[in-house]
């Protein structure tokens, strides 16, 4: 079985652009979810996504913006990229049956910031 | 607010030894969940073990088992016989919702194991 794969890998960007992270996450998962995981801050909860709507956010400025198509799979946007923006990007997917399911990640974007 | 409190920022140890990581947790729900995760320096995060606020029995798998005392709120990672492929970073995570849709993560505890 597939599990969630992420793209591209690596990723470098100047500051002010605007960057696309890509997420297919595993077979018959339909609830995604976005973490941006720094040196200083650690792993932080970004936003996730359900049937194609936002059902959670974390505490991102709007910069920070995602979707979710109709085959589950996900995007996450950042737009006038900043310095602070250098992070590792980790996709989650998880099943939505029951409470307290285990996510599952990707091995992540690593987004550098010139 | 919920909080995870990993004071370990690394441990050492060596072949065939157990290891506790430790990890603390404050929460006002009376329902949640507590998982940890193993990530390598290759980057992606590998779910190791999950405990339930209402499991009475210590969740294990395979080596790993979690040292639950919800009285004390610590949910401590114990790996026993240690490999030197579980040398990495180790994080104690709680969901931030009921559903447990969104993750509350630790610091992270490195692990080095030597032979």
């Known amino acids: 079985k597939a599990g969630v794969t992420q793209t591209p890998r690596y990723l470098i960007k100047t500051r002010g652009q605007q960057v696309t992270l890509s997420c297919s996450p595993i077979s018959g998962h339909r609830s995604v979810s976005w973490y941006q995981q720094t040196p200083g801050q650690g792993l932080q909860f970004l936003f996730e996504y359900f049937s194609e709507t936002q059902r959670n956010k974390g505490n991102f400025p709007g910069r920070f913006s995602g979707r979710q198509f109709s085959n589950s799979r996900s995007e996450m946007n950042v737009s006038t990229l900043e310095l602070g923006d250098s992070a590792l990007y980790l996709c989650?997917?998880?099943?939505?049956?029951?409470?307290?399911?285990?996510?599952?990640f990707g091995d992540g974007t690593r987004l550098s910031i010139l | 607010a919920q909080k995870i409190t990993q004071t370990q920022p690394g441990m050492f140890v060596q072949e065939k030894e157990a290891v506790t990581l430790d990890c603390t947790y404050d929460t006002s729900d009376q329902s949640y969940g507590l998982f940890w995760y193993k990530q390598p320096s290759s980057g992606e995060m590998i779910f190791l073990i999950y405990q339930g606020s209402y499991d009475e029995q210590n969740a294990t798998e395979g080596r790993y088992s979690l040292n639950f005392q919800k009285a004390r709120k610590s949910a401590n990672l114990v790996i026993s016989a240690s490999q030197l492929g579980d040398s990495a970073m180790y994080f104690c995570a709680m969901n931030l919702n009921q559903a447990g849709t969104a993750l509350i993560f630790g610091k992270g505890t490195t692990l080095s194991v030597s032979s």
């Open positions: 989650a997917s998880r099943r939505d049956e029951g409470a307290h399911q285990p996510q599952h």
